[in-house]
């Protein structure tokens, strides 16, 4: 669990004042709502330090801030408390309405209320809910609200009331903050390159990607001019240090020589920024057809990529309110996004997600839909990130675009609504990768099921919930047509015990005679033996029929030979069929000999096409429970009407005696 630092109760805190009786003015304000105020508005009076302190602490593990930050520290900490003015902050975020005394009220922003139970004290300088037990300082409210750690917190009241920070005194931060201060200038270099007759390519550029003059200047898009020293020139003549351009990535030095050059050139570049709105680093995407396409500042002391997700900054609000992240894979996507108003968009730096990138997003959310590049979405690399997410508890959904179409593309032709019911209509992760593993493998053989399974296994071990673990089970079965039990019990095992694969003896268990269903074996034996039966099966077969079976090559094969007025034999078929279906078919043709009946082969076919409606008819169930737009329950419904009036018009399958 996250840890929470908390400010009450702090050693550096002052003693907070009693609080004292005061007459509240019962019934007297307009707004007061008579006996519902009475009970919080009592209560507020007991609102002492201690309580406050005490619900702080139970939610701290007792962790205090003095651990954070050194003597210089704690001066800010008193100086920003002593200015800040909660009233005032809270305000920011919440419509705080005049309740008593120096008391105000709002809706709980930290749980889910119909009546305000969330109190601001601008005398004492604290808040407290009495729904959810939540109180504290200024420091405290942004932390919560803003998901902000202590310093950061800090930071952002600092800058708000002009209140200077230390600088810290080790040495990497101080490399951090050169850093940054090189990145500054760097950033209004960029900026204002655009502004210039030089910079009209790299603003045609943009402009032929829709980006609005007002998202350039909201996201600080800039550009690098073709050139070798450009920026090198501006730094030098601000007095930057060759040594600290360096440092911060921006210029690069030539091995040989010793020789500086400017690393971004010929680029639109995209700023890096973070949480606290410090331009960390850079991204540059060539504008003409020069290589690589993208380049990142290289890691220094202010930016490492796999703690930063472009765009956290400009989604963090909507990542709250949305109650989840749109993970994407470029900078063009996470802006066209935002200007389109899906504000919670980010992407990655060009790296795979990190443990570092889940503390940041978990800070906001723990769901995410992925909407990468359809082919990345399934690549190795992309599959060892995505399980970053799994192992850390994240709910990770993949939502496929049409081929050719990334996000930027996408909601620029389709618009954000379009946009927007797509992330609606995601995949669960697990799900997506089962049809994508079914996608490679061939399932009419239980060797290629087994083969799919023991790659999806894996990540299902991952998923640390038992009962999200179980509830898969059915769908993979479902997608990969594994219908037979011993499979099943040991895909079921496998997930029970979190096991990584199936055990070998299940590949060889499940080749032996329980592999074929009874119907599919007499139904191939009868259409082996009878030259009626199988004239007759083969006009009666539906393609779904074929589909759904097992014997589906075999009897493939069958049906070439009868549309080309072959002989169809036992030897001429197996010769024409692969390992699997020969299996199949070695075993069938030794089964004890059952008098091949027209009825038979019937009674089977429909036997087999009323289990795989069944089948289907299971599976829009499943769609039914989790849909939630009503266009799509209605084609559903009628899917479920259609398939039932089918199931009902087949002859009983008690027929298949
Ligand atoms: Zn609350």
């Not at 760097?186 to 603003?203: K, V």
């Not at 490679?440 to 060797?447: A, E, F, N």
């Not at 079921?492 to 074929?516: E, F, I, N, Y």
């Not at 779904?544 to 070439?560: K, T």
Request: charged letters at 30%; aromatic letters at 6%; proline letters at 4%.
């Amino acid at each position: 669990m996250r840890e929470i630092r908390c400010a009450v109760g702090a050693q550096e805190t002052p003693a907070l004042p009693e609080a004292e009786p005061e007459a509240e003015d019962q019934g007297s304000g307009g707004e007061e709502e008579g006996a519902e105020e009475a009970r919080p508005g009592a209560a507020l009076q007991r609102l002492t330090a201690a309580r406050i302190a005490a619900a702080c602490t139970r939610r701290s593990g007792g962790r205090r801030w003095h651990t954070v930050g050194g003597r210089e520290r704690t001066d800010v900490v008193e100086v920003v408390r002593s200015q800040a003015d909660l009233r005032a902050i809270v305000s920011d975020y919440l419509p705080l309405k005049k309740s008593s005394g120096s008391k105000y009220r709002a809706l709980c922003p930290f749980h889910a209320e119909k009546t305000p139970s969330f109190y601001v004290d601008a005398d004492k300088q604290l808040f407290y809910c009495f729904g959810c037990g939540t109180g504290g300082d200024v420091f405290k409210f942004l932390m919560l609200y803003e998901k902000l750690e202590f310093p950061e917190a800090l930071k952002s009241l600092a800058t708000r009331y002009g209140i200077p920070m230390p600088e810290r005194s080790a040495p990497e931060s101080g490399e951090r903050h050169r850093v940054l201060s090189v990145n500054r200038r760097a950033l209004s270099y960029f900026r204002d390159q655009l502004q210039r007759p030089a910079g009209d390519r790299a603003l045609r550029y943009l402009e032929g990607r829709g980006i609005t003059r007002e998202t350039i200047s909201r996201f600080q898009i800039g550009c690098a001019l073709d050139g070798w020293s450009g920026l090198k020139e501006s730094l030098a003549s601000a007095g930057v240090a060759e040594d600290q351009a360096v440092l911060a990535g921006l210029l690069a030095r030539k091995e040989e020589t010793g020789r500086t050059y400017d690393r971004f050139r010929d680029r639109v570049i995209f700023p890096i920024v973070n949480l606290t709105d410090e331009p960390i680093g850079f991204g540059g995407r060539v504008i003409g057809s020069g290589e690589p396409k993208y380049l990142n500042s290289p890691e220094t002391p202010a930016f490492s990529k796999g703690e930063n997700l472009y765009g956290i900054g400009f989604a963090r609000e909507a990542i709250r309110k949305e109650g989840y992240a749109v993970l994407v894979e470029g900078y063009m996507d996470v802006i066209a996004l935002h200007q389109a108003g899906v504000a919670h968009a980010v992407a990655t730096l060009g790296t795979g997600f990190t443990t570092g990138h889940v503390r940041l997003l978990k800070r906001f959310t723990d769901r995410v839909v992925v909407n990468f590049d359809p082919d990345a979405a399934g690549r190795a690399a992309t599959r060892r990130s995505l399980e970053v997410l799994l192992e850390n508890g994240f709910e990770v959904n993949v939502v496929a675009l049409p081929a050719g179409k990334d996000p930027d593309l996408f909601v620029r032709e389709e618009g954000a609504e379009t946009y927007r019911r797509r992330l609606q209509s995601g995949l669960p992760y697990i799900e997506f990768l089962t049809r994508d593993t079914a996608g490679r493998h061939d399932l009419s053989g239980t060797r290629g099921k087994v083969a799919a399974l023991n790659e999806i296994l894996p990540f299902l071990a991952r998923l640390d919930n038992p009962v999200r673990r179980a509830g898969y089970v059915e769908m993979i079965a479902t997608i990969l047509g594994i219908e037979d039990r011993l499979v099943l019990q040991e895909l079921k095992d496998a997930v029970h015990d979190r096991r990584k694969g199936l055990k070998p003896a299940t590949l060889s268990a499940a080749r032996g005679a329980s592999v074929v269903s009874e119907a599919e074996s007499r139904l191939l034996r009868s259409m082996m033996d009878s030259e009626d039966v199988r004239r007759a099966v083969l006009d009666e077969m539906e393609d779904g029929d074929l589909e759904a079976c097992r014997i589906a090559d075999v009897l493939r094969v069958v049906r070439d030979l009868v549309v080309k007025g072959e002989e169809v034999t036992y030897p001429r078929v197996a010769s024409m069929i692969g390992d699997d279906a020969r299996d199949i078919i070695t075993r069938v043709a030794a089964l004890p000999h059952p008098p091949a009946t027209l009825e038979e082969g019937r009674a089977c076919l429909m036997a087999l096409r009323a289990a795989r409606l069944q089948r289907q008819m299971g599976d829009i169930q499943k769609r039914l429970e989790s849909v939630g737009k009503a266009e799509e329950t209605d084609d559903l419904l009628r899917l479920k009407i259609e398939l039932k009036r089918r199931i009902e018009a087949l002859p009983k399958a008690s027929q298949l005696s």
